[in-house]
């Protein structure tokens, strides 16, 4: 039998047929108060999809061979211990590595040492600007063949800060002479989007802040002749718990940059490195933040992420220890390597919600984009305020939920387990600190839904 003609005895059935067949079941309800709801980012989700939701409307793939490594991150404080632990986690399934590096006294070819960095996606987050020691890092890439994404970002560091690592002339130097180290192998720009997402924003700022990130660093490096026909940038995501959405998220981020490196007439190889969110992690019924985290990234698989690093059930309240990164580690091998997401990146291409919402999110998103573009610039608007004070109404609209039980946390703000006590157990402190000093912006500031609830009931303990 030809399983191609399978279907053909049956008659196509229309979106409008599907709609009229629900509106009999629902025996006089109202189809729209009762099925169709409203995200934070004011779009309506029907409770199905057609093929005809697709008509007009672009699409984008991902192309077939691309796939996604398993990262990990390391904090650079011990050269010995750092070095020693990259070796490890490599062996026990690591493919890409995150370093972070505290100071500019770092010696990368100890870091480095007996590493195969060829072929190894390397990732760094400096917590410095300084010229040398990046360039003899970059050489040192370049020798060992080694494939990284610097993530140099001098606006997300302003945005998350309040300052400039130097001044703005300075920074902007210092990024111009670092960018004519690249190749295509080895990017310097980076735009964290992170900073945005567990600060409150939703996904549609999320992207168009993103974009107007990124499109300040063009302005100034096509300007400056730093860039002429290529490109690499680095994006970094956190991926919250809205499991279809942010697939589409991050879809759409990789379609709106490559819409705008269009525009510059430059060839882009956009890297889109995902982790899970803060913003919805809790201190109390922990163990809840391994299924969060599962699922978070199984969205950035789908997505279409290039690394995917998972965030440790204990992450907000405990130090690097070796059980919470084992755990997190072999969550993504086992998608990875049991569950078959090697190349699930394919598997959302052309499904009918995933493509309209994919479309409904960059449409949205480039509207801010040009609004923000039209008032004078991402880097103006957070100068004025403008970034901020949008983040802290989105972020107060989703508290307000959160707070009333509609967005539901198990354990936290639905099924709480009286008997919990974290008190003891806290060696980080999880809530936002706050510390007088003097900032030229104001800074945007992290944080967890979770947060006022959890100080309540640890002085309740």
């Not at 890092?137 to 001098?154: F, M, T």
Request: charged share 25%.
């Amino acid at each position: 039998m030809n399983n191609t003609n399978l279907f053909q005895e049956f008659p196509e059935v229309s979106a409008k047929q599907w709609k009229q067949k629900i509106q009999m079941d629902l025996k006089g309800a109202d189809y729209n108060e009762t099925l169709v709801w409203e995200s934070l980012e004011g779009i309506n989700v029907k409770p199905f999809y057609h093929q005809e939701d697709l008509k007009n409307i672009p699409t984008y793939s991902l192309p077939k061979d691309h796939n996604w490594s398993v990262g990990q991150s390391i904090y650079v404080g011990d050269i010995q211990k750092a070095n020693a632990k990259a070796l490890e986690i490599l062996e026990k399934g690591a493919e890409s590595l995150i370093f972070t590096i505290p100071n500019e006294e770092t010696d990368f070819e100890a870091l480095f040492e007996g590493i195969n960095l060829e072929g190894l996606e390397l990732y760094f987050d400096f917590e410095f600007l300084a010229l040398e020691p990046i360039k003899k890092l970059v050489s040192l890439l370049k020798d060992k063949k080694a494939k990284a994404r610097l993530n140099i970002d001098i606006i997300g560091h302003l945005a998350k800060d309040g300052n400039w690592f130097h001044n703005l002339e300075k920074d902007h130097d210092l990024l111009t002479e670092l960018v004519s180290l690249g190749t295509l192998d080895i990017s310097i720009i980076g735009v964290d989007l992170s900073l945005y997402q567990n600060s409150g924003a939703n996904m549609v700022q999320q992207l168009a802040y993103g974009l107007a990130h990124a499109n300040e660093y063009l302005n100034h490096l096509v300007t400056s002749s730093a860039v002429e026909k290529s490109f690499p940038i680095a994006f970094k995501v956190a991926v919250g718990s809205n499991y279809f959405f942010e697939i589409a998220k991050i879809k759409a981020l990789r379609w709106l940059w490559n819409c705008l490196a269009a525009e510059y007439e430059i060839k882009s190889n956009c890297t889109i490195l995902a982790v899970p969110s803060k913003r919805n992690k809790t201190l109390y019924d922990y163990n809840v933040n391994m299924l969060r985290t599962t699922s978070e990234c199984m969205s950035a698989v789908l997505g279409g992420a290039d690394t995917v690093c998972n965030l440790a059930y204990d992450a907000i309240y405990h130090k690097d220890n070796e059980f919470g990164e084992r755990i997190a580690r072999n969550q993504l091998l086992l998608l990875k390597e049991e569950g078959y997401f090697i190349e699930a990146s394919q598997f959302a291409n052309g499904t009918y919600y995933i493509e309209s919402l994919t479309n409904q999110l960059a449409e949205k998103a480039l509207v801010l984009f040009k609004q923000i573009e039209k008032a004078g610039g991402f880097l103006d608007s957070l100068k004025k305020g403008m970034v901020q004070r949008k983040i802290k109404k989105s972020a107060e609209k989703e508290q307000q939920l959160f707070d009333e039980g509609k967005i539901v946390s198990l354990g936290t703000n639905k099924y709480q387990n009286p008997q919990d006590r974290m008190k003891d157990n806290l060696e980080l402190y999880p809530f936002v600190k706050t510390k007088a000093r003097k900032t030229i912006i104001e800074p945007i500031i992290e944080k967890r839904l979770a947060e006022a609830s959890e100080q309540k009931r640890l002085n309740d303990e």
